[in-house]
């Protein structure tokens, strides 16, 4: 027993050091656009216009949150420190905007109002162009002191000292100062993002600085993801093994269903780590689905290993969590008709897990679970199996009217909600960084901020009233004015831009981020529609048909269907109220839900309605699965703490559709499935 | 075969002649030791702490990358010790730098621009000033410092240090008269290679500038 206790606690350590060696070498996909369908034009037009505005050079950007306020670490002593790191190529001290110059004049030129724009196109008549390069030829003769005399001999055709004068009112205010930061070129691996963002913070400290920029994102979202993770899954974790413990007082049960679990999830991370590059954002809720899920298996395992259940009972137990090993993972795998890329993830994650821990707790050897003599006090019926024993058609008509009820209050409500603003966590220090830049151009009129611009839509009457043919003249003029090599300068490269977007005649739809994202709901809703409809209807064909091999009742299969019908707007009910509806990613994991739903109606149906004596199979099968269902809401429950709001609502949506799972298998249909057994008796003649 | 030997010897003179005019050219620079380049520094600040004043003449050339030929223009200096100069542009444009004040006329404007200057704290538009007056350690931003023996002149090369700011000249180079201190070229490069270089001649150190004649300058503005 000493030993069997040694290797326990062993393997509980080798099997936490596994998870977290795993855990350190995993790589999240930040880019939360690539949890959509590449399919959908919304989401090309999204991914295009991003790449078309990711033309920073700058990684990191810190600002600060008071500006012109002492602060504790002052600009300089941080950009020093900053530049003392090992991975930093370039740290810059700046009022500069964050992207090229000719970016950002073109950000400008194409929000431009129509007038503006025509008197834009007015300055490259012939003379008026000549002009303008001469008298700009003349200021490059005089004092070059000043910013704005610097300024003609980048821009010698004035196209920024005209949107200065048209957008700022004359002058443009410079922004505040802030800190920009270049990582080596070779240093923008994962790894070492991470690294540089943590040794930024802990340079930073609580100065009231604030990381942004595009690199930040991505440190940001792949901390706050491993965060939530190691969080979620190791409070789930302890929690269901705290909730065993406390139900059967059996630490050496706990501890068995702790090491299998933790192995589970140790198997699904090292399948990701083998088969993709990154793990999407969806997936990270694998750990919580398969430690929820699976301590199912191991609870059903639990009873049937232990001394006291009856034989008959014991192989009745087993038979159902082959079942509903078998049930679970293929709703799971259906998941792989998904054509959003993070489901298809998550479902191989959680397939394998739950494989593994299914596996692990079929194989294992009875004596393991108990170091001592264990018996359940199997004894005595819980006050609610006698109630529903008595009274079967209070319960069921009591399910009845309460999904009737809470479907009727629906009415009116939005349940669905395919809303893909709530994608990136608000409070994201990067997303207040693009907030910062927003306000000092409001501010100041400054160019600072256009980042967010650039990929805005331009008006289309600018479109139609610019001519490439104009750069071609105001190129031939600089020619002429000993400009030989005239591609180098910014003015020349804004108006390539607006050659560009007027050359490929997508433009407007390519950079029409906004429409976009306007587009995304109504297309995200129709694709996850179709999915749902096409993977609900083959599930449920395969199930039907393996309940009906399985139990070769119809009556039975109908009842374990009819469970999921009644569940269904109690899910929905608590869901919205909870979660504030129905999003996306949780409409796709109905699925599982689905699955797990079987899984309880099963185990309550079979036992009921197949089994010799009816209150022995419900006091057998009711605690466990209490305690099953307990578990795997806290599992679901917990993402309801994740920094992502489509995780929150995915965890909020599957803790309540647990709940009301459980709710009907063990009112509804544990009620229908006595009245069938006693319809059933009273028709069998007695031997 | 008789002409073939004259020509011979001529052009081996000619060589010669090019050779012996070129040799400083081909002559490898020779940088300053640090105690060479101490004694140097002293020199020059004690020859500017001796000028009053001078006039001279300055040629400006703007480079652009996007050009072959530089932008080039004529001016006329004056400075006045300690802290006064003017560079006049053919009276098209000026700049006028004082001790807080930094005056300028861009060619084709009508109103002259006005900034302040801090006595204190080094600027790169008072770099031209501070080396007339011999205030050569006032320069915003670090910079690694080499200075080369020529046969005439001394070469200053300075070189922006990594990680300063980049709005800094990359590099600035002065080259000084060996005899005279007198600054007879300033290069300043900046990247993506935009550059500026000053030559200045004609040295007038016998006339103080007057300041009188500094005043119209200082009135356009007032």
Known sequence: MTRRLAIVLSLSVLSVALVLLLLRGATFETDILTIFPEELESVRHLKTATSEGAEEDWDFFLVSTQPGEVVQLPIAELAAQVRALDTVAAVEVTTDPPVPKHLLGAAILKRLSPEIFAEMVERFQPDSLQATLDDNLRKMRGPMWSGSSALVMDDPLGMRDFLLRETGGGRSMPGAAYVRVQLKPETRTDSDILATGQAIESLRGESGWLMGGRTAYHYQIATVLKQDLVLSSGFVLLAVSALFLLAYRSLSGMLVIFIVQLIAVAVALLVGLLCYNSLSIISISFGCVILGVGIDFGLLSYHAAVGNCPAHERRSIRRSIAMSAVTTIAAVLTLQLSAFPGIRQLSVLVGAGLAAAAVLFILLPPEWWSFGKKTLRGGRSPRLVNALSRKPALFMGGALLIAGGLGLSLLGRTVFDFSPEHLIPRELEAAQVDQWFAEQFRAGQSESMLRAKLSDPIRAENRQSWDPALTVRALELLRENGFTRPDSLSSVMLLRELDTWHATGLDYDRFSIAEAWEKLPVELSAAATHELVQIACLTLGAVTLALLIASRSVAVTGLILLTLVVGAPITAALASWLGGGITLFAVLALPLLFGLALDYAIHVALPVCMGQTEEGALAWVLPPLSLAAATSIIAFGALGFSSFPLLQNFGLTLASGIFAAFFTASCFTAGAGLLYQRARQKSTPSA | ?222
Not at chain 2, 84 to 96: C, K, P, Q, R, S
Not at chain 2, 110 to 139: C, K
Not at chain 2, 186 to 196: D, I, S
């Open chain 2, 1 to 222: 075969m008789n002409h073939r030997l004259p020509v011979f010897l001529l052009l081996l003179t000619l060589c010669w002649i090019s050779a012996v005019l070129h040799a400083s050219e081909l002559r490898e620079d020779t940088a300053l030791d640090a105690r060479e380049v101490t004694a140097l520094k002293a020199a020059f600040r004690q020859n500017r702490a001796a000028i009053e004043g001078l006039t001279c003449q300055m040629r400006q050339a703007v480079i652009s990358p996007s050009r072959d030929q530089p932008v080039v223009s004529e001016a006329e200096v004056a400075y006045l010790a300690p802290d006064t100069l003017l560079i006049d542009y053919e009276g098209e444009a000026f700049v006028l730098i004082e001790r807080t004040r930094l005056t300028q006329l861009i060619p084709g404007e009508d109103e002259v621009e006005v900034s302040s200057l801090d006595p204190d704290q080094p600027a790169m538009e008072t770099m031209l000033r501070e080396l007339f007056n011999g205030r050569i350690d006032q320069l915003p931003g670090g910079y690694d410092e080499r200075i080369y023996g020529l046969p005439d002149a001394y070469r200053v090369v300075l070189t922006l240090e990594p990680g300063e700011d980049p709005h800094l000249p990359t590099m600035i180079e002065v080259e000084l008269a060996t005899d005279s201190l007198d600054v007879r070229h300033v290069a300043l490069t900046f990247p993506q290679g935009y550059g500026m270089r000053f030559e200045f001649r004609a040295y007038d150190k016998s006339v103080v500038p007057d300041a009188a004649y500094l005043e119209p300058f200082r009135q356009r503005h007032e």
